[in-house]
């Protein structure tokens, strides 16, 4: 163990960052702002927290956020390890649903998310002496939120604001600030912060040789594959990085890679396939970074999560699908508070980064399943998340640190559009009052890591006895994986197998049905047992285990405020779609003469989606989770609910009748 200690000591030197440490340590010692721009693989985000814990100026905590939650973690197990210590003591992470830290922590990874979340109880953030905002291109919501709030943190903590009261503590405990970010936009940061310094840091890039497709790729997943076994039939080792948009694209490549595999002739080397995205289940990140062993080669298939967050050691190819998954808020269509992930074009940053991961150990390659006029149609870089995304979440946590967003100096600036639908969806929880004030009931919606609306159902529940059913229903519909997973290949069987967690009031109760089911098997089998059962179900252990956790967490947050979770309605039907309708007010819609149902509180007409498990398709209304885009408008997730229930709530039916 001594000698892998020595080993990762002698790797965090060869680093490129390394030898820019004492000019580093230097300018964040004498500027309250430092940018940071450095290739991807140079060493910023796992050493420089070192750096300045080892410079030893600064005693209270370093903060480095991370747009995703699995670099969140699997940076703070690196940098745990090259600390040699255990993780979760010095070096630790936080990210929503889980949490490794100790009293002794001093460097703490954690999601941007979860950084907005210690503003609503420490709003000047004042346990961090170093906050780190890493991955600052991808303009995250959660991001542009922080930077916007560091901007008022340091003239209070750092003494030249406005607030008086404040300069007289000023420089006791001064703040600094550091911004990472892998592309070229780092005036944009230098500017908002008042021209801070601007450092660069080298990286090590090698050539990389490019190829395009002759013509549009319809099925990119079709080609990949073609590509991949095209690479690792012909080409010397190396290993094989793929970008595709999303997890249940990484699933279905991975199945037929793993099936063409088997079928390979013995003289070509073993494939071994890994995966990384975002909700990759904690400890499997590890695997991408083991070494290759000889005669194989490794297939690592990820989002865009690789793109500059992970560096994967050992790549020689790239594939790009030259697709991503987007956040996208479609209010302005469907009068909906959820964001939707659509998949879409990536920008031509995306593709000059995701080519560069081919080229850190030597000459790379880098195939594009898409043609060389679609790179040029390619739009340069991100459109900030904040323009583009729902704002109802972060709204409610900015009220709750007495914050509005009108008065957040953003970057960029949400347009007035998407502001008054956060609002709106506020106003209709009752989480603000008429003059847009903060309730109560809003201020007890955000200490729930929920989407506010769901965190409504479950305040609810309590009014209907009925929070351990809700707080599974809401567990469920907050994991990132379908509970039930499109099956297409076996969709017969998928259905019979299924059909008997079938409840005639649709989807809600159906998830139910299964989670208690699970529960059941959960205290009678062990692991083998409950993978069986999921696999014999057609449905999601992946999802459940989630849920699970996500549950455990929400009974927590239920104790300390003093709700009793163990309220249960049995079988009675009613008081669970109750509580969902309380906090899915904007997704009720009314069936028409014609047999489709329109929103409420919305223009569209949509259809019920053909996997809902609802038994009268002509209930006279309904609630949903959420819309799908197709050539319909379908509402997925569906229940019917009474008339007589939506009657309770004269905000809606105020507005159905202007
Ligand atoms: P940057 O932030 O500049 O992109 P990082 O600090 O993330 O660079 O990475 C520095 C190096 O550490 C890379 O070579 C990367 O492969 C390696 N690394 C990061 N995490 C791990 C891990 N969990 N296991 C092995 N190597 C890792
Ligand atoms: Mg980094």
Known sequence: NRKAFRHLQEQRKQLPIARGRESLIRSIASNDVTIILGETGSGKTTQLPQYLLEGGSYHGQIAVTQPRRVAATSLA??????????????????????????????????????????????????????????????????????????????ALRNGNGVDSSAKGKAKANPLKVVIMSATLDAEKFSKFFESAPVLYVKGRQHPVSIYYTSSSQSDYLDAALRTFFQIHVDRPPGDVLIFLPGQDDIENLESSLRMYANQLPQNVPDVIICSLYASLPNGQQAKVFLPTPPDSRKCILATNIAETSITIPGVRYVIDSGKQKEKRHLARIAGSGFDTLLTTDITKSSATQRAGRAGREGHGYCFRLYTEEAFNSMIASVEPEVLRSSLTSVYLQLKVIGQDLDTMPF????????????????????????????????????????????????????????????MSV??????????????????????????????????????????????????????????DWCKHNFVNQRALREAWSIRAQLRGICERMDIDWSLSCGNEESPLLRSLLRGLLQHVALLQPDGTYKQVMGPSVVKIHPSSFLTDKRSPAIIYNELVYTTNIYARGVSAVYKSFIAEFPKLTGMRLS
């Open 77 to 154: 197990a690196r940098v745990s390890a090259e600390q040699g210590q255990a993780l979760g003591t010095l070096v630790g992470y936080s990210v929503r649903f889980d949490e490794r830290v100790g009293l002794g922590t001093r460097i703490k990874y954690l999601t941007d998310g979860m950084l907005v979340r210690e503003m609503m109880n420490d709003p000047l953030l004042t346990c961090y002496d170093v906050v780190i905002v890493d991955e600052a291109h991808e303009r995250t919501l959660r991001t542009d939120i922080v930077l916007a709030s560091l901007k008022r943190i340091l």
């Open 411 to 470: 970057m960029d600036r949400p347009d007035q559009e998407s502001v008054g639908s956060a609002l709106r969806t506020l106003w209709l929880l009752d989480a603000i009052d008429d003059s847009r004030h903060l309730t109560d009931f809003g201020r007890s919606l955000a200490v729930f890591p929920l989407e506010p609306q769901y965190a409504a159902t479950l305040l609810a529940s309590v009014k209907h006895n009925c929070t351990a059913e809700v």
């Open 474 to 531: 809401v567990a469920l519909l907050s994991s990132s994986s379908p509970l039930f997973p499109d099956t297409s290949s076996q969709r017969d069987k998928a259905n019979e197998a299924r059909t008997k967690f079938r409840h005639p009031s649709g989807d809600h109760w159906t998830m139910l049905n299964v989670f208690r089911a699970y529960d059941e098997v959960c205290a009678s089998e062990g692991k083998s047992g409950r993978k």
